[in-house]
């Protein structure tokens, strides 16, 4: 191993002020919900330069898939995952590898923020 360490290192120092904020899981793994059932969807949140404000999770489905859906969940201020129950309806659209969004939203310092992260569903038959 090198030595990484020193005066003949460049180094970069920012000082900022903290900006409370949140972020979601990066990488979700693609699920699978059957016509008529549910599943339970854990999120995980990561709480960033002290912010301690709710975080609001919810699936954003685009128009093509019919039928999938999820009911608002609040993740609390200590909280460090939520759990989304998405349903489908027993006509939902069948098909593989759609692309809805998990989003988060909060107001972290009076801001509105949006996170959004992307994951693939597929609908199959009961």
């Not at 593989?96 to 994951?119: C, W, Y």
């Amino acid at each position: 191993m090198t030595d990484q360490a020193g005066p003949g290192c460049a180094y970069r120092l920012v000082i900022r002020q903290p900006t409370p904020d949140f972020d979601l899981a990066r990488n979700l793994e693609p699920i699978s919900v059957k016509r008529g059932d549910t599943i339970d969807l854990p999120i995980a949140v990561t709480r960033q330069d002290g912010w301690q404000g709710p975080v609001n999770l919810s699936l954003v489905t685009p128009p093509e898939l019919f039928g999938v859906r999820s009911t608002v969940v609040t993740v609390p201020g200590s909280g460090k995952e939520g759990r989304l129950r998405i349903t489908a309806a027993p006509n939902a659209t069948l098909g593989h590898f759609m692309t809805v969004l998990v989003r988060g939203e909060g107001t972290p310092a009076n801001q509105s923020v949006v996170k959004d992260r992307p994951i693939i569903v597929t609908v199959a038959e009961n």
